[in-house]
């Protein structure tokens, strides 16, 4: 019974361990240049919730240089970014997050 307990207690504490979180990747990466729900360097996650899709999204993330035109952007000087799936899959999400949000 004990040792169930100890366990289950191990195995959520991987569980929660791994799963990336979008607000880290927020923190560790995007934060100097773009705010939640406020302009900053970068337009803020609200907007681009607004009006991107997640495909949108990924693709503005992985690479900036080849989809800024399409965004309509004039230049691009957002950094080019080495994210993992799962990075990427969870910041992407989180930006999803703050649609309809101000
Ligand atoms: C060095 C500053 C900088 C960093 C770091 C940065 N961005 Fe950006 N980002 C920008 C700027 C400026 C734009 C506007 C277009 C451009 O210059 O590429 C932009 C545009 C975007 C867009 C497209 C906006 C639209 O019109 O839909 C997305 C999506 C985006 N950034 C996501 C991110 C995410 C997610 C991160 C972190 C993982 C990040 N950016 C990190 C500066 C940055």
Redesign the pocket.
């Known amino acids: 019974m004990k040792k169930t307990v100890l366990l289950s207690l191990l195995l959520t504490t991987l569980l929660f361990a791994n799963k990336t979180s979008g607000e880290k990747?927020?923190r560790?990466?995007?934060?100097?240049?773009?705010h939640q729900t406020a302009m900053a360097?970068?337009?803020p996650?609200s907007?681009?919730a607004a009006?991107?899709s997640k495909a949108?999204?990924m693709a503005?993330?992985i690479s900036?240089k080849s989809?800024?035109k399409k965004?309509?952007?004039k230049?691009?000087?957002?950094?080019q970014?080495q994210?993992s799936n799962d990075?990427l899959d969870a910041?992407?999400d989180?930006?999803l997050s703050y649609k309809g949000k101000k």
Do not use: A, N, Q
């Open positions: 990747v927020f560790d990466y995007c934060w100097g240049c773009h360097f970068g337009p996650f907007s681009i009006k991107r949108e999204i503005y993330i900036p989809m800024y965004f309509g952007y230049r691009s000087v957002m950094t970014l994210l990075e910041i992407s989180y930006i």
